[in-house]
């Protein structure tokens, strides 16, 4: 048990971090500078954890066996800083899955460089074993928590890009939704399949995209392995 947490949170804790860090970086890159002012651009997690979004909940989940996801503080973004807010908001909101999928990207690489340096059918030792799920972990979660936040739901980074590309009309939409967006978000992920599985959104939306995207991350570690992606 503690051995299975120990490959989980590291990797998740790091994934929200990244992801929460990106967004400030785009941000101070697009003239918003809020989040390196609150210090907010450190990767140290403790600046950055949440302790039911990234702690409680995910552990919850994983014990009712559901998907896990979780979320840090976000980093604060000032977007009438941004040079073009509108079109700035859009972009400030993608870095951060677009983060999640390159970390994906970079650890499936490690997979297979380690199945490169460790091909034989021998036992590796149990710290090579331990980094080894690890980066599969990281890979599952960066995929999932990219995905994840791409829904076009606030607060959802989807909701962000959305706001980017959208006429005004459907912008004041967005708005009348923000203050509630976390109700309708415990609601539709949590309540309503808790009521009624046949209804888990999360299976139905989001595990699609993630398999397709993981098979193409491990035809990613196969070829770094230098293996038939087939």
Do not use: C
Request: proline share 10%.
């Amino acid at each position: 048990m503690l051995y299975s947490a120990a490959t989980l949170v590291v990797p998740m804790i790091f994934a929200i971090v990244f992801h929460e860090v990106a967004h400030g970086l785009a941000a101070r890159a697009l003239g918003d500078p809020t989040a390196a002012e609150q210090r907010r651009l450190s990767l140290n997690p403790l600046r950055h954890v949440d302790p039911i979004g990234t702690i409680i909940l995910p552990g919850m989940l994983k014990l009712a066996g559901l998907p896990v996801f979780g979320w840090a503080k976000p980093v604060p973004v000032n977007y009438a800083r941004l040079r073009h807010p509108q079109r700035d908001m859009a972009l400030v909101a993608a870095a951060g899955p677009l983060t999640n999928f390159v970390l994906a990207a970079l650890a499936a690489i490690a997979i297979g460089l380690m199945i490169r340096v460790y091909p034989g059918p021998q036992a590796p030792a149990p710290w090579v074993t331990f980094i080894a799920e690890n980066l599969r972990n990281f890979v599952l979660l960066n995929v999932f928590l990219g995905v994840f936040n791409l829904l076009p739901l606030p607060p959802f980074d989807g909701s962000r890009i959305l706001r980017g590309v959208l006429p005004r009309p459907g912008v004041r939409l967005l708005d009348r939704i923000e203050p509630y967006g976390i109700v309708v978000f415990l609601v539709i992920f949590i309540v309503v399949p808790w009521i009624s599985p046949g209804l888990h959104l999360v299976d139905r939306l989001v595990m699609p995209p993630v398999g397709w995207a993981i098979d193409h991350y491990e035809m990613l570690a196969n070829w770094a392995a230098g293996q038939d992606a087939a």
